[in-house]
C-alpha cells in the first residue's frame, strides 16, 4: 500500500536491550524524519535525513543510531534501551519543502 | 523560550461555537508555517498551511503576523469531530527542511 509505515506498532522491552523501528514509505520522498513525542514535551526532532546514506542528529539524539540504506527505509534503534526512552515514536517524511506525512507511529515501553 | 510556543488549553466550547487560538514563535527568519491536528496520541496530521495574506480552508481560517511573530488558527461553527490537539509548526531558516511544533493546544467540543 502507499503511504509511510511504522512497525511494530507496539513494543515492550526490557532495559539494556537494543530494539529497532521500522519506517517504510512508497513516495520516494527525499526527507524522513523520527520524532518522539512526550507528555510535557511535544515532539522533538531524534534524527533526519535528507537522502540515502545522508542523515543528521535533531534535537534529542543521544541513545539512538540510525540508517539509510534505501530512500524507502529510515530504521531507528534505541543500542541499549533505557526507561527515559519510553514514547511514543513517529517516523515522517516529505519532498523537501511544505509539511509533512507522519507514520502511525511506534509505542514503545522499556521496563 | 520555547522556539514556539503554544496555550496548552484545554479550551472548552459548545457546539457551533467560534474558537481562536494562537502561537508565536521567536526566530524571525522563520520561514513556513502550518497547523497540525492530533487526535488522541494518533500520527499528526497536516490541516493547512499558513501564507502571509492569510488563507480559508472551510470552518477554518489562519493567519501569520510576521512583525509580531505569531499565527492564528480560527474555528467557525465547532463541531463534536473538531475536538483535538492543534499543533502550531514552524520551519527556521537555517534549519533547512525540518519542522518545529509547538506543544499543542487542546480542544473539547462538548454537545
Known amino acids: 500500500d502507499a503511504g509511510i509505515t511504522q512497525s511494530p506498532r507496539y513494543k515492550i522491552t526490557e532495559t539494556g536491550r537494543q530494539v529497532t523501528l521500522m519506517c517504510h514509505q512508497t513516495?520516494?520522498?527525499?526527507?524522513m524524519f523520527w520524532y518522539r513525542q512526550d507528555l510535557g514535551h511535544g515532539l522533538r526532532l531524534i534524527y533526519y535525513?535528507?537522502?540515502?546514506?545522508?542523515?543528521d542528529k535533531g534535537e534529542v539524539p543521544d541513545g539512538y543510531v540510525v540508517s539509510r540504506s534505501k530512500t524507502e527505509n529510515f530504521p531507528l534503534t534505541l543500542e541499549s534501551a533505557t526507561r527515559s526512552q519510553t514514547s511514543v515514536y513517529f517516523c515522517?517524511?516529505?519532498?523537501?519543502?511544505?509539511?509533512?506525512?507522519f507514520g502511525s507511529g511506534t509505542r514503545l515501553t522499556v521496563v | 523560550r520555547k522556539e514556539v510556543e503554544q496555550d496548552p488549553g484545554p479550551f472548552n466550547v459548545p457546539e457551533g461555537a467560534t474558537v481562536a487560538f494562537n502561537c508565536t514563535y521567536s526566530?524571525?527568519?522563520?520561514?513556513?508555517f502550518f497547523w497540525y491536528r492530533q487526535d488522541c496520541r494518533k500520527e499528526p496530521k497536516l490541516l493547512m498551511s499558513?501564507?502571509?495574506s492569510g488563507n480559508e480552508d472551510g470552518r477554518f481560517t489562519a493567519q501569520l503576523n510576521r512583525a509580531s511573530q505569531y499565527i492564528s488558527l480560527l474555528i467557525r461553527d465547532s463541531k463534536l469531530s473538531d475536538s483535538a490537539t492543534y499543533l502550531c509548526?514552524?520551519?527556521?531558516?537555517?534549519?533547512?527542511?525540518?519542522?518545529?511544533f509547538g506543544g499543542g493546544t487542546r480542544l473539547m467540543v462538548k454537545p
Open positions: 513516495w520516494s520522498h527525499s526527507y
Open positions: 509548526v514552524v520551519t527556521l531558516s537555517n534549519a533547512g527542511n525540518m519542522l518545529t
Open positions: 499558513v501564507y502571509s
Open positions: 535525513s535528507a537522502a540515502a546514506d545522508i542523515t
Open positions: 515522517a517524511s516529505n519532498t523537501g519543502t511544505g509539511g509533512y506525512t
Open positions: 526566530n524571525s527568519a522563520s520561514q513556513s
